[in-house]
């Protein structure tokens, strides 16, 4: 388990309904990011957390997505009735959180890959 | 609100052929520099990262980047590309902020 896990690979799902997707960071690593990259777009800010504190959530689209992190490891990102916009690369990293936010380096996992009918 | 540009979203090389990735940015402030790669199947790493000193940045497999204070640029440079470069590449600036801010990406293509 040396590097950042995600699942799933891939989520297709119907317009309207709910889905989680899980990020297992690096062990260890006290921060965790989500990004989104939707088709010929950068990759997309959502939220960051690190440690005991509270998460930045100001990368969030809107209100039916939120993102829980459980005893400092495994975060899930929730998006509730689902959007067709909402369809893109899910992608979660971690970093040691031992230095600068703003110089460490981010290691990321593979991705989910949301589709949504 | 700062942002990221990389001007060339496709690129095809023959192998040894040289390669300079633009990347832009827009804030006025210190930032900190990065380019990340994504290999076909395979998920992004780093390349290379600046944040202070020498101004010319070495990174893995030959590349190299070149912080341009005045023209908010910070391009990415091999001297000779191979196939096994053939990837995504991505430029990102974080302004002293928690946040990554990334530019939408450079496909490279090497043909041998």
């Known amino acids: 388990g040396a590097g950042v896990s995600q699942s799933p690979s891939n989520k297709v799902t119907e317009k309207g309904k709910d889905v989680e997707l899980r990020c297992d960071p690096i062990s260890g690593h006290t921060a965790l990011y989500w990004y989104r990259q939707s088709l010929g777009q950068g990759l997309e800010f959502l939220i960051y957390?690190?440690?005991?504190?509270?998460?930045?959530k100001s990368g969030l689209p809107s209100d039916r997505f939120s993102a829980e992190r459980t005893g400092g490891s495994v975060s899930t990102l929730t998006i509730q009735r689902t959007q067709q916009e909402d369809s893109a690369v899910y992608l979660c990293a971690s970093s040691s959180g031992a230095g600068a936010a703003s110089t460490d380096t981010q290691y990321f996992g593979p991705g989910t890959r949301l589709t949504v009918l | 609100a700062q942002s990221v540009s990389q001007h060339n979203h496709h690129v095809i090389l023959s192998e040894a052929a040289s390669l300079e990735l633009g990347c832009n940015y827009s804030y006025g402030g210190t930032v900190n520099l990065f380019w990340y790669v994504q290999y076909p199947g395979q998920h992004l790493q780093l390349l290379l990262k600046y944040f202070s000193g020498d101004p010319l940045v070495k990174g893995i497999k030959g590349f190299e980047a070149e912080f341009i204070k005045s023209k908010f640029s910070f391009n990415l440079r091999k001297p000779s590309v191979q196939w096994s470069d053939t990837a995504e590449y991505f430029c990102a600036v974080n302004a002293n902020t928690d946040k990554l801010i990334f530019g939408t990406g450079t496909r490279l293509q090497v043909f041998p």
């Open positions: 957390f690190q440690g005991n504190s509270a998460p930045d």
